[in-house]
């Protein structure tokens, strides 16, 4: 039997039914199509539809198996023990593990991995931003120390506080907006490599606001890591750079 993706990625204008196709590849065995399923999730909440295969388990042996039972008892896992016993009846050395309600599976697979997986991804976020700060505030604030005495002539020719600070603001903001312009194209070009190739999840779009709604707070943060070495750079009192130079 195949899902329905199965029978109209191959078969879009025919019946699929009593179809033959050929197993693995052109030597593999060869099989006919006896019924048609509905496409189902097989392996990830977010895949996108996969064409699928059911073989009957003399044709298609396999060492583990998978039994699903339904149960109308308000607490399924209650049955697990009844199954235990049916197949201890049939096979006392069969091997029974992992019982699991539908419940705990989607539990598992739909929320507690994509939250440990966006937790995973928030974390690293967080640490290769407060990476950035730490790089920006040292540069700026290097960059700061070897102008010193630029900046004592500057203010003893008559530049006031106010402009000092500016320019030195300009220049870290200067190299955040570069960084920040270079992260948006690689992450356009990220997303776009995942909504079309990426096969365990599906993505119909990408909302263009998270960008700018990224970009703001981070020239934000940005203009907070040089406004220290900006503050600092204004507190330089001329004639003691000139005197050290």
Sequence with gaps: MVNDHFASHYWPHADALGKRFHLNNASGPLVQIVGIVKTGKYLWIAEPPLD????????????????????????????SSVIRNVIRGLDANMPVFDTRTMADIYTQRAMKTPRMIAQSVAGLGLMGLLLAIVGLYGLVAYTVSRRTREIGIR????SDRRR??????????TLGVAGVAA?????????????????IANFDHVNALLFPAIALPLLAITVLAAWQPAWRASRVDPLRALREE
Excluded at 164 to 173: A, N, S, T
């Design 52 to 79: 699928y295969v059911y073989l009957p388990y003399r044709q298609e042996p396999h060492s583990a198996m998978t039994l699903v039972a339904e149960s109308y008892a308000p607490d399924a896992a209650t049955l």
């Design 155 to 158: 203010m003893a020719i008559g």
């Design 164 to 173: 000092v600070i500016v320019m030195v603001l300009r220049q870290g903001f």
């Design 183 to 199: 992260g948006l194209v690689a992450g356009v070009l990220f997303c776009r490599v995942l909504t079309t190739s990426l096969w």
